[in-house]
C-alpha cells in the first residue's frame, strides 16, 4: 500500500470511527431521555425506545466485537475495522427477546430458538466470507506482472 493510499485509508477510517462513536453516545443519550422523561403511552414512545435501543447496541458492539486495530504492510499502518453487520444481528436479536419478554412470551424454547438463529446468522457470516476483508478481493500488483512479462521475453 503506498503512502498516500495508507493516509487516505487512515483519514476515511478515522472519520467513520468517528460517526460510529458519536452516533453511538446519541443514541445512548437518547435512549436514557426516551426512558426518563417520555410517557410510555405515547404513540412513537415504544418505537423510539426500540430505534434508539438498536442504534446504541449496534455501535457499542460494532466497538467490542472490532478487536484491536492489528498493524498493516511495512509502514505500521493501524486499522481499525468495525464489525458493524454482527453488531446488527446481535442487537437485533436482543431487541427481539425484550420485545417477547415485555409481551410476556419469552419462553426457554423461544430463547433457545433466538439462540439458534443467532449461530444461523454467524454461520452465515461466516460462510459468506466477509470476515476476510478487502485482503482477500485484491488485484496483484503491477510490478509483478511486468517483471514476469520480462522474464518470457528472455
Known amino acids: ?3 498516500v493510499a495508507a493516509t487516505t485509508w487512515l483519514r476515511y477510517n478515522a472519520v467513520m470511527n468517528l460517526l460510529v462513536s458519536v452516533l453511538t453516545l446519541t443514541a445512548w443519550g437518547l435512549w436514557g431521555y426516551v426512558v426518563l422523561f417520555v410517557d410510555p403511552e405515547m404513540p412513537l414512545a415504544p418505537a423510539s425506545f426500540y430505534a434508539a ?5 449496534t455501535g457499542t458492539l460494532s466497538r467490542l466485537l ?38 410476556g412470551m419469552l419462553t426457554s424454547l423461544n430463547g433457545t430458538l433466538l439462540a439458534a438463529t ?37
Do not use: C, Y
Request: glycine content about 10%; proline content about 5%.
Open 1 to 3: 500500500m503506498s503512502r
Open 53 to 57: 435501543l438498536f442504534v446504541a447496541l
Open 66 to 103: 472490532g478487536g484491536a486495530p492489528a498493524p498493516r504492510d511495512s509502514e505500521s499502518v493501524a486499522l481499525h475495522i468495525s464489525n458493524i453487520g454482527h453488531a446488527a444481528s446481535v442487537s437485533t436479536l436482543i431487541l427481539f427477546a425484550l420485545w417477547l419478554q415485555s409481551l
Open 118 to 154: 443467532l449461530l444461523l446468522i454467524e454461520l452465515g457470516f461466516f460462510i459468506s466470507g466477509s470476515r476476510r476483508g478487502p485482503r482477500g478481493r485484491r488485484r496483484p500488483k503491477r510490478g509483478a506482472t511486468a517483471e514476469a512479462g520480462s522474464a518470457v521475453e528472455q
